[in-house]
């Protein structure tokens, strides 16, 4: 308890900055479910690959630390544009591959879910058998630094080195907690406006509602779920950004915990509310640093799990209440 | 894909045959099955035999496989629930018996055993109570959530071990009662070598055959209770609360009762497969309780056809056995894991060998399409 | 047809002078957040008697049977059954005090055989455990030979005899209903709710319909049925209570009713024979 009130501050802080990863990783769940009832259980892999491609995209670069302003500018930019191409490619082929098949069939649901944990599975395996592949066309020592270490964690050189820029009471905010903030933040609002505001999300909205309508209505409901999956793979590659810049460190696992942790948040939000999904990963970071400071830190994973179940018991349709059908345009 | 259905229709018209035999026939057949079964191990079969493992630890693993599969089948394919944190019973049942076969007592293994499935039933009710009321994806993310909870649980105490785990777990009691030489093939032909033997039933360290004979004969007992129970109003019970749930109710069927029903019997099998492995490994730690075993446990039912007990059988050999047989290519396992159930899912949702009730309607279906397409000779 | 086993009925004299009310709705409100299904909803059933439930679309009749039935809780006012009011009780608890009904849009175990459906239904008042079916004690023979029985005579009744191992889903749309109905009877019901039975049923078939209610009745059930076929209703029901939006607007003898100028309102635009 003590360690609570001690550090408080520098916890909710980091809290928020955690919790702004999931709240962007939960938007991808979110809205998958929204619109099609499906728990995408492969998109911690969308993640995943995001984290990868932008740290790979660095290394190509040469990024480090210490350097002059407009090269990290540069680097970062570089970053979100590769990480949101890649997770964005993976969530469409994803979409495509694992889940239109069986939506055609009809497919119940335990069956999406098998195809789900399937290609979740696959992708994980094929990002910590890199080098192994890579070794097929004789390429693992040429591309040694980045698939070597595959079932390791791999660091991301560091091209921001978190500064402080004020202070609130006893913790130091820096510039790398800001930017994961507001960023987060912004990419929310866009995606509000997105959703609210242009034809396309209009159209996610219809078909999160009433499939049938929808379509009656000239909605072309395998486009309008391609584009669910491809802006919460957009999502996701943004958010994978932050993950590397936050903490420095990926592997071809870390998409499994974060992923739980990130649908948690949006279930905690209600699920199909992309506000909630917001709130549910502010409240998830928060809960999780909070909790790990009473109970210890050994336990931090069990918070995330632990609060999934009480939702889902006493308030199953979230704190904002599940509809991403009812979002008021 | 026509290879395995055209073996697949040659085995069914077999098994038709087989059906249609007088009685005392069919009970000769079946003893000569589970003789067979029996000998397996020392039979020594060369292409089955794996090259790289004891085979008999093979059968072994397979044979809790099978075990855990037809508890999950009560839980998946009889009552309709989604559960990926099966293996959270597993562990349950495993630890009660290191717990108080060594840990923090030393009971003999078998009265462990007891001891073991009850705290796993209890396990299911307290998991099944709160969470049984909710939808189907979410009840499966749920339970997966109680796995992990179980399995970090387990790492973070110490009084059970912490992530070293407990090692000096009792073994089941030992009787001698006779031994069976093994047949070695290496010279090509088989030869009966009486300096391999297997001694029914001692449980000792190196051989592992005791261990897979008990395990099915627990098998045995289980599918006799199991089918007793499916053509009985539980079974009934099951089936149409899965068709309809609410329909169920209406016509008078505690529909929540049952549901948590099925979840205990899960448990209570899934904890006895636990507390056999205790017994074989003689040590256990949390690495013997990944997620991945409760979604290779779940993939064994709706690979084999989740609802159909031979099926699932079928299904957890098949999960069990080739990574097993081919463990040459470990590395891969996971991946070629994820891509088999990405196109079962695609291919053959239904599973190897689907419950009657699919099978009738698929042929319901093909009856109806002769009808309507006035190919059928009579209606 | 053959009849029902005499003792499988309930124990009721349909000969009695001295009607008992099997059912009453009293005074029964259901509001769905801002809208309002049922308003002050109050009648009465008669034992032995068939009522008759009708109403132009969305009156409230189906809404009215979940009530009854526990599928909903009303909003106030209370439904008693034999006296006493359902409470809060569990819909399996509802159909266990003798209370069965069957849906409009049919709603059969559709995988399951003609025979297995049936046996559900009778199921609804074994005691019989998982244990005992586990070892094959005698209560769990007793009851599942039993409830075999019962199953086979109640499809005789309603002329599925011969289907009794066709699954629910095969069988044409007129026996589907009819195993409805066998389903229904099967839990042992003391009222038994048939929500729109003749649905795309013809004349013929409409009309056997009707010896097969008043057949039901003549057993000991008391039926309470919903219909939109006017010439079903005034051939077969006793009683009929109209609603309209959710409230009550007339209730009486179906000669009376269809006299009534607020019903003929009610179902102005709608053909009286409307099938």
Request: hydrophobic share 50%; aromatic share 10%; glycine share 10%.
């Amino acid at each position: 308890m003590q360690y609570l009130i001690d550090n408080f501050f520098s916890l909710t802080v980091t809290g928020i900055t955690l919790g702004a990863v999931y709240a962007l990783v939960a938007l991808g769940y979110t809205l998958v479910y929204g619109v099609l009832r499906l728990i995408n259980f492969a998109h911690s892999e969308v993640f995943m690959y995001g984290t990868f491609t932008a740290m790979w995209s660095v290394m190509l670069l040469g990024g480090h630390s210490g350097a002059s302003i407009p090269a990290v500018i540069g680097w970062i930019v570089v970053m979100f544009l590769v990480a949101m191409v890649t997770s964005g490619l993976v969530a469409v082929g994803l979409e495509r591959i694992a889940y239109r098949p069986l939506r055609k069939r009809n497919a119940p649901p335990l069956i999406s879910l098998i195809s789900a944990i399937g290609a979740s599975f696959a992708l994980s395996e094929l990002m910590g058998l890199r080098d192994k592949l890579a070794g097929f066309f004789g390429l693992d020592r040429k591309l040694g630094a980045y698939v070597g270490q595959a079932r390791n964690n791999v660091a991301v050189p560091e091209i921001l080195t978190p500064q402080p820029v004020f202070t609130i009471v006893d913790y130091q905010v820096t510039n790398v907690d800001i930017l994961v903030v507001v960023g987060a933040i912004l990419m929310m609002i866009v995606l509000d406006q997105f959703v609210r505001r242009s034809r396309l999300g209009r159209g996610i909205r219809a078909v999160a509602q009433d499939p049938e309508a929808a379509a009656l209505m000239g909605v072309n409901r395998d486009r309008v779920i391609q584009v669910t999956f491809l802006v919460g793979g957009i999502m996701a590659g943004a958010a994978a950004v932050f993950y590397l810049l936050r903490i420095g460190i990926t592997r071809y696992d870390a998409g499994f915990l974060l992923g739980v942790k990130a649908f948690t948040a949006a279930v905690l939000g209600g699920i199909g509310n992309l506000r909630g999904a917001l709130i549910g990963g502010f409240v998830l970071g928060l809960a999780e640093n909070y909790g790990s400071a009473l109970i210890g830190t050994q336990w931090k994973d069990v918070v995330a799990f632990l609060l999934l179940i009480v939702i889902l018991l006493f308030r199953p349709t979230g704190l904002l209440g599940e509809s991403l059908g009812r979002t008021r345009a | 894909m026509n290879v395995f259905s055209t073996t697949l229709e040659r085995t069914k018209a077999l098994l038709e045959r087989a059906k249609g035999m007088p009685k005392p026939a069919k009970i000769a057949i079946w003893a000569l099955f589970v003789v067979f079964l029996f000998a397996l191990p020392v039979l020594n079969i060369p292409v089955i035999t794996t090259p790289d493992s004891d085979f008999g630890g093979v059968l072994f693993t397979v044979t809790t496989y099978v075990l855990v599969a037809l508890g999950l089948n009560i839980v998946v394919g009889y009552a309709g629930l989604l559960d990926l944190g099966y293996v959270a019973f597993y562990a349950v049942g495993a630890y009660t018996v290191g717990v108080l076969g060594s840990a923090h007592a030393h009971l003999p293994w078998l009265m462990t055993v007891p001891i073991a499935v009850v705290a796993a039933l209890v396990a299911g009710v307290i998991i099944g109570a709160p969470t049984l009321r909710l939808r189907g994806d979410y009840l499966a993310i749920v339970t997966l959530g109680f796995g992990e909870i179980v399995r970090i649980t387990l790492i973070n105490s110490s009084w059970l071990g912490g992530a070293s785990g407990i090692t000096e777990v009792p073994r089941p009691p030992s009787l001698t009662v006779f031994s069976v030489p093994h047949l070695d093939w290496s010279s090509g032909s088989p030869i009966v070598d009486l300096g391999n033997t297997t001694t029914f039933l001692k449980f000792g360290i190196t051989d592992q055959i005791p261990y897979y004979w008990l395990a099915l004969m627990v098998i045995f007992v289980v599918i006799f209770f199991d089918k007793r129970i499916k053509d009985s109003r539980v079974g009934r019970a099951w089936e149409a609360t899965r068709e309809d749930e609410d329909a169920a109710e209406l016509m008078g069927v505690p529909t929540f009762r049952f549901k948590l029903l099925a979840f205990a019997m899960g448990a209570f099998i899934g904890g006895l497969s636990g507390a056999l492995f205790a017994g074989k490994q003689g040590f256990i730690s949390p690495d013997s309780f990944p997620l991945l075993l409760s979604i290779l446990f779940v993939a064994a039912v709706v690979v084999g056809g989740a609802g159909n007990r031979k099926g699932i059988i079928l299904g957890a050999i098949v999960v069990a056995y080739f990574p097993e047989r081919f463990r040459e290519f470990q590395e891969w396992r996971v991946l070629v894991f994820g891509l088999a159930l990405m196109m079962l899912a695609i291919f053959r949702p239904q599973g190897l060998i689907p419950p009657r009730r699919t099978v009738r309607a698929k042929q319901a279906d093909q009856k109806l399409e002769a009808l309507e397409e006035g190919t059928a000779s009579d209606a | 047809m053959p009849d029902i086993t005499d003792s499988r009925t309930p124990e009721v004299d349909p000969t009695q002078s001295v009607r008992t009310r099997i059912l009453e709705v009293d005074n029964v409100t259901l509001r769905f957040g801002g809208v309002v299904a049922l308003d002050q909803v109050s009648f009465h059933i008669n034992e032995g008697e068939i009522l008759g439930l009708i109403g132009p679309n969305g009156a409230g009749k189906t809404t009215c049977f979940n009530v009854m039935t526990g599928v909903y809780q009303a909003t106030s006012g209370v439904v008693r059954f034999q006296g006493s009011p359902l409470g809060k009780r569990k819909r399996f608890k509802i159909t266990q005090l003798g209370i069965a009904r069957t849906f409009q849009n049919i709603r059969l175990f559709a995988n399951m055989t003609a025979l297995e459906n049936v046996m559900v239904g009778s199921d609804a008042h074994h005691s019989a455990g998982v244990l005992s079916a586990m070892f094959g004690l005698p209560r769990h023979r007793e009851e599942e030979s039993d409830g075999r029985d019962r199953a086979h005579e109640l499809l005789d009744f309603m002329g599925l005899g011969k289907k009794a191992n066709e699954l629910a889903r095969n069988l044409p749309y007129g026996d589907q209903r009819r195993l409805e109905i066998a389903r229904a009877l099967a839990t042992g019901p003391k009222l038994l709710c048939l929500d729109e039975p003749a649905a795309g049923f013809n004349p013929a078939e409409k009309a056997k319909l009707m010896e097969l209610i008043r057949k039901i009745r003549d057993q000991g059930y008391t039926v309470l049925l919903i219909e939109h076929d006017m010439k079903l209703v005034m051939g077969v029901t006793d009683r009929v209570v109209v609603l309209e939006f959710g409230r009550k607007i007339a209730e009486g003898l179906p000669a009376e009713v269809r006299e009534n100028p607020a019903v003929i309102a009610a179902y102005l635009g709608v053909d009286e024979d409307a099938s």
